[in-house]
């Protein structure tokens, strides 16, 4: 389960299940994908999503870098359609 923070409250989203191999920047890989987000102008649970997922596929490989995953590997785990058009 993950969480993050609206001016309505906490607000709960379901963690992706992934087999981790290491977590070794998870956090930061969460991070940075929130605020590539963020930039975009994204809404705030499109944010928390990519983020969540951005970090999921960060756990599954070794080291703290080459499993940041890529934009469209991101993407492509994130739930059906937000309302929102793809980010590129």
Do not use: N
């Amino acid at each position: 389960m993950a969480m993050y923070a609206t001016p309505d409250g906490m607000q709960r989203l379901q963690a992706h299940s992934v087999e981790v191999i290491d977590t070794t920047g998870a956090g930061d890989t969460l991070e940075e994908a929130f605020m590539v987000a963020y930039l975009e102008g994204r809404a705030a649970v499109v944010r928390a999503q990519f983020a969540v997922a951005a970090a999921a596929l960060a756990c599954t490989g070794k080291g703290a870098v080459g499993p940041i995953p890529t934009r469209g590997q991101g993407d492509a785990i994130l739930p059906p359609a937000s309302g929102e058009p793809p980010a590129h």
